[in-house]
Nanobody, 126 residues
Framework: QVQLVESGGGLVQAGGSLRLSCAAS????????MGWFRQAPGKEREFVAA????????SYADSVKGRCTISRDNAKRAVYLQMTSLKFEDTAVYYC???????????????????WGQGTQITVSS
């Protein structure tokens, strides 16, 4: 069983920055691929960024590429999403997710993830 708890969301002006954190339980966290997804009202949950089990490879949605950086600290069982140059359209609930295939590569499909956090809201004011 893996529990994920996101933090760091909030209200920010367009052009601002935020850093999301996801704290994970579970001794085998270091072998999981991790991802960030988001869901805006009335829209499907969409991929934002993902990172491989060892942090050696990352993937980003085109909509955030160049503005977001995903990273992880396996010793702290945490994954992060640094977001800069925030836009109004970044407003959404952001979810952290874990794909528990051992030594997993990054995944872009939400159906590949086994555990999800409760989400943290980012609201960008224009």
């Amino acid at each position: 069983q893996v529990q994920l708890v996101e933090s760091g969301g909030g209200l920010v002006q367009a052009g601002g920055s935020l850093r999301l954190s996801c704290a994970a339980s579970g001794r085998t966290f270091s072998s999981y691929a991790m991802g960030w997804f988001r869901q805006a009202p009335g829209k499907e949950r969409e991929f934002v960024a993902a990172i491989s089990w060892n942090g050696g490879s990352t993937s980003y949605a085109d909509s955030v590429k160049g503005r977001c950086t995903i990273s992880r600290d396996n010793a702290k069982r945490a994954v992060y999403l640094q977001m800069t140059s925030l836009k109004f359209e970044d407003t959404a609930v952001y979810y952290c997710a874990a794909a528990t295939t051992p030594r997993g590569w990054w995944r872009r499909d939400k159906d590949d993830y086994d555990y999800w956090g409760q989400g943290t809201q980012i609201t960008v004011s224009s």
